[in-house]
C-alpha cells in the first residue's frame, strides 16, 4: 500500500498525454451531449385551473409533459390505452410534486392532493373509444384549455389493421388523433386561449406521399415498412396542423405541431432493431445516451406550447427544440395539406361521426356512473403490457425513493 501511494505521489501527469487526451475526450463528450439535449421550456408560466387532456401520458414523454402542466397548476387528464399504468403514472406523478410542495404549520391539506391528474382509457386503436372518451369528457366538463396530442406507436406490424380497417401507424398516430381534436373542437373553442398540439418527428422529412392518395389507403400501403409508415403518419400530422389551422383563423384556438427529436427511455424502442439482442442494446446505448435525449429534454417544446402567453397568436406552425423550424418540402405544401385534410374529413364521415352529443353522454353518465372509469378489455397483449409498465415504473419508484428529496 505505501508503495502505492508512494507513486501517486511520484506520479508527473505532464510526463505524458493521456491525461490531457483523456480530458479532451470527456469534454468533448458533455459538449456533445450537452448540444444534443436540446433547449429547456423558456417559461414558468402557470396554467392554474386550466383543463389539460394529455394522450399516452402514463409513460415516457407524454408523463414528462402531464408531470410538468400539473406542477405549473392545470387540472391534468391522462388519456390512455393501459388503465393500470396510467392510475400508477397519475399517483406518482402527485407524490412527486406532493413531496416538492412545502408544508405550512396550519395547512392540514396532504400536499398531494392540491395536484389534479386523472386517469381515463382511451384506446387509439378504436374509433369508439375515441368518441366515448370525448362524449365523457364534454359531459363533465364546459371546456378544453389544452389537447395535447402525444400517443403513438412505431414498429407496428403493418399487415396487421386496427379494427376500424386502417393501417396502425395511420390510426394511431394520425386519424385518431385528428377525430379526437374534431371531436373536442367545441370544447376548445370555449376556452379563452384553447390550444392544440400535435407531437411529430423528424422522421416526416423521410416520408412518401402520393397527392392523390395522401391518406395512405391505397391497394399499396400494405407494402410499407414500418419506418416508412411512421413517417408518412407523422408528415400527414404536420399537414393536418397547417390547415387546421386556417379553419380555426378566426377563433381563439391555436394549433401547432413539434418534434421531440430523437428520444430515448420511451415504450416506442419496445419493437426496434435497437432493441433486438442484449448484445446490440449494450453496443448501442452509450451512441444513445450521447446522441439522444432522454424524455424530459423531450417533452419541453411541448410544455411550451402549451404554456407560453408569447405564442397566443402563433398557430400552424412546425416547433423544433421550443423554436419555430423548417420542415420537409411536402410539409410546406398548401395545395398537399388540404387535400389530406378533405380526405381524412371525408374519410372518417364514412366510417364515424365527427361530433358527439353532449346531452346524451350527460344522461348515460347519471344513469350509469361507472361509464366514467370504463377501462380496456384484458387481453394477453394488455396484459403483457401492464406487466412490462408496471415493472419499469416499480423501478423508476425505487430510483427516485434512494434519491434525497430536494
Not at 106 to 127: C, H, I, K, Q, W
Not at 319 to 339: H, R, T, V, W, Y
Amino acid at each position: 500500500m505505501e508503495r502505492l501511494l508512494t507513486m501517486f505521489e511520484e506520479a508527473d501527469p505532464f510526463s505524458t498525454w493521456w491525461p490531457t487526451i483523456a480530458a479532451l475526450a470527456v469534454g468533448l463528450v458533455i459538449t456533445v451531449r450537452t448540444i444534443m439535449s436540446g433547449q429547456r421550456c423558456p417559461n414558468d408560466n402557470q396554467i392554474k385551473e386550466q383543463i389539460v387532456v394529455v394522450t399516452g401520458g402514463n409513460s415516457g414523454i407524454g408523463y414528462e409533459i402531464a408531470q410538468a402542466l400539473a406542477g405549473r397548476g392545470g387540472r391534468i387528464i391522462l388519456a390512455c390505452r393501459n388503465m393500470k399504468a396510467a392510475e400508477r403514472a397519475a399517483a406518482v406523478i402527485k407524490r412527486e410534486l406532493g413531496c416538492r410542495t412545502p408544508c405550512y404549520p396550519d395547512d392540514d391539506t396532504n400536499p398531494a392532493d392540491r395536484y389534479f391528474v386523472e386517469a381515463r382509457y382511451l384506446d387509439l386503436n378504436s374509433f369508439r373509444s375515441v368518441h366515448h372518451f370525448a362524449g365523457q369528457l364534454m359531459a363533465e366538463f364546459d371546456r378544453v384549455d389544452v389537447l395535447v396530442n402525444n400517443a403513438g406507436l412505431v414498429f407496428a406490424n403493418t399487415q396487421l389493421a386496427t379494427p376500424d380497417g386502417f393501417e396502425q401507424h395511420s390510426q394511431v398516430n394520425y386519424l385518431a388523433p385528428f377525430l379526437l381534436t374534431q371531436l373536442l373542437l367545441p370544447h376548445l373553442k370555449r376556452s379563452e386561449q384553447g390550444r392544440i398540439v400535435f407531437v411529430s418527428a423528424h422522421a416526416h422529412q423521410s416520408a412518401k406521399i402520393d397527392f392523390d392518395d395522401p391518406l395512405n389507403v391505397g391497394t399499396w400501403a400494405v407494402k410499407f415498412h414500418a419506418r416508412d409508415a411512421f413517417a408518412h403518419s407523422k408528415l400527414a400530422v404536420l399537414l393536418a396542423t397547417r390547415w387546421l389551422a386556417r379553419e380555426l383563423k378566426d377563433t381563439s384556438v391555436t394549433v401547432n405541431c413539434c418534434t421531440p427529436g430523437l428520444v430515448r427511455g420511451t415504450r416506442h424502442f419496445r419493437n426496434s432493431p435497437l432493441m433486438s439482442s442484449i448484445c446490440v442494446r449494450v453496443v448501442t446505448f452509450p451512441w444513445m445516451w450521447i446522441f439522444m435525449k432522454n424524455p424530459y429534454e423531450g417533452a419541453q417544446c411541448a410544455i411550451r406550447l402549451a404554456t407560453d402567453p408569447q405564442l397566443k397568436l402563433v398557430t400552424g406552425e412546425y416547433f423544433n427544440d421550443c423554436e419555430i423550424a423548417a420542415s420537409s418540402e411536402p410539409g410546406q405544401d398548401k395545395e398537399l395539406a388540404k387535400k389530406l385534410y378533405m380526405q381524412t374529413i371525408k374519410t372518417l364521415e364514412s366510417v364515424t361521426k365527427l361530433t358527439v352529443d353532449r346531452e346524451a353522454y350527460a344522461v348515460k353518465l347519471e344513469q350509469e356512473p361507472e361509464l366514467r372509469l370504463e377501462t380496456a378489455p384484458e387481453t394477453e397483449t394488455n396484459q403483457a403490457e401492464d406487466m412490462d409498465t408496471e415493472t419499469e415504473m416499480e423501478m423508476e419508484m425505487e430510483r427516485e425513493e434512494q434519491q434525497p428529496l430536494e
